[in-house]
């Protein structure tokens, strides 16, 4: 079967990937709209880009106020921002979040409404080129096609999606995350992960992907541990932007699956970053999704030395998965009831949660389809 298999235009990664940059933007546009947060400003990265943009005659606005998870109002303001300075191209600085808001900005100077009318919907008109330029290791949005944004009138953790989302330019310097937070070191390495593991064991699979995700796993057993005893390891950090960025490439052409279907909603209805609530949901959604695909399991076991090349499937599985279990463990990953969430209010949400999960469409992805009833006992099990 043919597949398609979709990347940047351009990717510049390594040491000093922000500077090499600044001719590839040299001919996106006029003036660009910078979307990042606080941090990004504070630390002065933001800066330096407006200045290698003036240096070329290059205008640019900063969008400042993206704070947490990002909402169709955040993204309001920004598109307010973006048509009051006549801006004609984007840059995002930042995680996630930040690139995130750059895409769905430059969506809605586009199309007209609301963000809430695409869900579902194929993103394909010709939007502003976009340049993101990650500051943590994880999300992988710089290379994808996907913006999730929060839809505050239903609760929804809108996943939009289409080619057009696709940044014209991916910039990865780990430079860039030698000040990130043992926190956010720990969320963004374990969601990278859980995008890596997802797009390997997926149903929509295919041999490029395979080759990243597996790559991207060995990078992340490796290394991130390493990124958060010590922020300033150059090879760690250099060598987690490399995997967030192959599993980024790897579910943006295959797909995520159940743990990040389930997880949109903890995030959305709690409040837990993203990369938290996926290590929260890991144990329990693969140890349900592994008798789906017990041999692609395997690999991921053979893959880090977990298990043997004689090793059996079912043992080589199993061994995989508990060294998951031993990666959250070492990462001090919370419980819910750790993280501070009310039992009772979280039982009471359940049954959203469930219909969300199955709404965005990711569980269905997983070799071993759940049901409703399925998602509901995994829920539960985050408790026992």
């Known amino acids: 079967m043919a597949n398609e298999f979709f990347i940047p235009t351009s990717v510049i990664t390594g040491a000093g990937a922000v500077e090499k940059c600044a001719e590839k933007l040299s001919g996106f546009g006029s003036k660009a709209l910078i979307v990042c947060g606080k941090s990004a400003v504070k630390c002065g990265i933001v800066d330096k880009i407006q200045l290698m943009l003036t240096d070329r005659g290059i205008g640019s606005a900063v969008f400042d106020r993206v704070s947490g998870e990002p909402t169709d109002l ?61 500051t943590t290791a994880g ?105 967030a960025l192959e599993a980024g490439m790897a ?3 295959s797909s995520v699956t159940l743990v990040h279907g389930m997880s949109r909603p903890i995030g959305a209805l709690f409040h837990v970053p993203h990369g938290i609530s996926n290590a929260m949901l890991l144990s329990v959604c693969l140890r349900f999704a592994v008798s789906g695909t017990p041999e692609r399991f395997a690999e991921l076991g053979r893959a880090i030395g977990a298990a043997g090349t004689d090793t059996s499937d079912a043992l080589a599985a199993d061994s995989f998965l508990d060294a998951v279990d031993k990666l959250c463990g070492d990462c001090e990953v919370p419980t819910l009831e750790a993280y501070g969430i009310d039992r009772k209010s979280f039982f009471d949400q359940i049954p959203k949660m469930t219909q969300d999960a199955l709404i965005s ?16 006992e995994l829920y539960r099990a985050l408790w026992k």
């Open 361 to 376: 469409g990711s569980p269905g992805n997983t070799r071993r389809s759940p049901s409703a009833e399925d998602i509901e």
């Open 251 to 253: 579910f943006n052409n």
């Open 74 to 134: 955040t993204i309001s303001d920004g598109l307010a921002c973006y048509q009051e300075n006549a801006c004609d191209f984007l840059i995002g600085v930042g995680g996630g979040s930040p690139l995130d808001s750059m895409k769905a900005i430059a969506m809605m100077s586009v199309y007209p409404g609301k963000l809430a009318d695409y869900m579902g919907k194929e993103i394909d008109k010709p939007l502003p080129p976009m340049a993101a330029i990650p």
């Open 139 to 243: 999300t992988g949005s710089e290379a994808t096609q996907f913006t999730i944004i929060t839809d505050t009138a239903s609760g929804v953790k809108m996943l939009l999606k289409g080619h057009s989302l696709m940044p014209s330019l991916a910039v990865v310097d780990p430079e860039l995350s030698f000040s990130t937070p043992k926190s956010v070191t720990v969320s963004t390495g374990l969601d990278a992960l859980t995008h890596a593991v997802e797009a390997y064991t997926s149903r929509k699979a295919q041999p490029l992907t395979d080759v990243l995700a597996l790559s991207a796993v060995r990078r992340i057993f490796g290394n991130l541990l390493q990124a958060v005893k010590d922020g300033s390891d150059f090879e760690a950090r250099q060598e987690m932007a490399i995997a």
